[in-house]
Every structure is written in structure tokens, then in C-alpha cells.
């Protein structure tokens, strides 16, 4: 299937859906983060309600907008209120309820040995939402995403989880892949998904997609850079985006670690012996060791015989 029709398809389907999920794999690169938190922006852009979620902490010197959006918990919301306070076991006698005028009044009656509820310890909060598409960004399986997909398998059957992808690894799990390994960076694809969805990008998406890309390109110094990805970089530019500096691609882990350059090896300098020059005295004195010592007596030539 060719991408541009998987990218009508995803289009139609966050179109009919309300409630939305943005699932991002444990531990994300900054292109992952960037991509997921535009895409959220812009969603929220079309009225939707949309749930931004990763399991792990995403560290503040990625500097997007929409961190503050990310949950680790993959729906928080809903209609369904719940009451929550601290209980032991067999210290509540009855729960029961009744209605007074406009006001429905829960009754909590604890058993007679156990002490009553004290107000300022009571919690509420809401459950229940149903996502009507769940989009899955850079996680090579399911699996990838942590608790998000262990804790919630029953949300993930029976509607629309669409993978949307840059890398080999990717396994293709999703009811609608978008997978485009010649992608230089996620953002690019996030870019044009957001074109077709007829959304107007900002100054916020913008900057986020192109911090994306120069995170995933290492400056547009990659081997995967392409024409378009100049294209698309420009684009962003013109929509406002605002270049920030550099931002380490992994700070997760012991690899968080920066990485200090290595001169290359040098082989040390040889330098050819040269013995030392010797003085004239020591030369004479090799030259007078050398010659015979009858070098200075008188020769006598008789002939062709010569008399020493």
C-alpha cells in the first residue's frame, strides 16, 4: 500500500474519531518527542481531545512545546467519577445512596468498632475514556511502549492504532502503518501528515518539527539527508520556527553521557641516529694509529727494487 494512501487513511480516521491517544515508546529521542508533541498541538488545533502519554520522564533540556502535555497513563480521563479514601479491611459497614432534591448523596457507614471518615482524605478523580484511535509513534512493536500497552490491552482491541514509523525494526503492528524508512527524521513525516490533515502549522509545531529533524539529521550532516528534507526544513523557517541550539540526541542512561572527540593516533617521530661528529683531535689520532709507522723512513730506489 503506498503511503499517500495510508495518509488519507490515517486522515479519515482521526477525522471521525474525538478521542485521541499519542503513544510514544519508552525512552524517545528527540525527534520522537518533537514529532508526538506536534502532532498533539495539532490535533488540539482541530478540536480534538487528545491524550499525550510516554512511561518515561523526558528530560527538560529537550525544550518543546507541549512537555507539559505528556502523562504516563494512557487515558486519565473520562465521565466515570471515582471516590477514593483509605480503607482497611472490614471497616466499612454499608454503602448506600439517595436522592435529595437535585443532590444524590452517597452514604458511607462504617462498622461501629472503626473510625469515621475523615473528608480531607477523600480523592476523586475520573475513568472511563474510550479512545477512538490510538496514533503510536517510532516503537517498533506494541511491546515497546511500557505500561501504556501492559496495563491497557483492552483499549488497543477493536479500534484504529495507527504506527507511524521511520526505523528497520519496525514490525508493521498497527490497523494503518505509515512506515517511510528513507524518512531522514520522523518530524518530516509528522510534517506532511499534518498537511493533509489541513492543518495550519504554527510557530510552536514548527519549532518542534525542526528541532526534530536537526536532532535526527545531526545538523543535516546525515548520510539519510535528503532534498526534502531541506525543503520541508525551509518550509518550517517560514512558519515561524525558531533555531535552538543543538540538543544531545540520547539522555537517557549511562549514554547520556557526552561524547569527548578522540584526536587521531599519531605515530611518535623517529628520528634517524646520527652518531656525533668526532673533533679533529680525535681524528688525527685515529689517523696516526692508522698509518704505518714507517711511513716517514727514507726510501732508496735501485731499479726497479725498492730498498727500505
Known amino acids: 500500500m503506498t503511503n499517500s494512501l495510508n ?51 523526558i528530560p527538560s533540556q529537550f525544550s518543546l512545546t507541549g512537555l507539559d502535555k505528556i502523562q504516563k497513563v494512557l487515558a486519565p480521563g473520562g465521565n466515570t467519577l471515582i471516590i477514593s479514601f483509605p480503607y482497611s479491611d472490614g471497616s466499612i459497614d454499608k454503602v ?109 509545531m514548527a519549532t518542534n518539527l525542526y528541532t526534530g529533524i536537526m536532532a535526527a539529521t545531526n545538523n543535516f550532516t546525515s548520510y539519510s539527508v535528503k532534498p526534502d528534507t531541506f525543503e520541508i526544513s525551509a518550509q518550517l523557517l517560514k512558519s515561524g520556527a525558531i533555531k535552538r541550539p543543538p540538543v544531545k540526541t540520547k539522555l537517557f542512561g549511562p549514554s547520556s553521557q557526552p561524547i569527548i572527540p578522540q584526536k587521531p593516533f599519531r605515530p611518535p617521530t623517529i628520528e634517524k641516529y646520527a652518531p656525533p661528529e668526532e673533533t679533529i683531535e680525535v681524528k688525527e689520532k685515529k689517523m696516526e694509529e692508522e698509518t704505518p709507522k714507517n711511513w716517514l723512513k727514507p726510501k732508496i730506489f735501485r731499479g726497479s727494487t725498492m730498498v727500505k
Open 7 to 57: 495518509f488519507s487513511r490515517i486522515s479519515e480516521a482521526l477525522n471521525q474519531q474525538n478521542d485521541l491517544g499519542i503513544c510514544l515508546p519508552a525512552h524517545p529521542s528527540v525527534d520522537t518527542v518533537a514529532s508526538g508533541t506536534a502532532l498533539y498541538l495539532g490535533l488540539i488545533k482541530l478540536g480534538k481531545n487528545v491524550n499525550l502519554s510516554c512511561v518515561s520522564n
Open 96 to 204: 448506600t445512596y439517595n436522592i435529595e432534591g437535585n443532590y444524590f448523596n452517597l452514604l458511607i457507614q462504617p462498622r461501629n468498632d472503626s473510625q469515621k471518615l475523615d473528608p480531607s482524605s477523600v480523592k476523586y478523580s475520573y475513568t472511563g475514556t474510550q479512545l477512538g484511535a490510538i496514533i503510536i509513534i517510532d516503537a517498533p512493536t506494541l511491546n515497546s511502549l511500557g505500561n501504556l500497552y501492559l496495563n491497557n490491552q483492552d483499549q488497543f482491541r477493536g479500534r484504529d492504532i495507527i504506527n507511524i514509523d521511520r526505523h528497520l525494526t519496525n514490525s508493521n503492528f498497527g490497523t494503518i502503518n505509515l512506515i517511510e524508512r528513507q524518512s531522514s527524521s520522523t518530524s518530516e513525516i509528522i510534517f506532511r501528515l499534518l498537511q493533509n490533515l489541513n492543518i495550519e502549522i504554527d510557530k510552536d
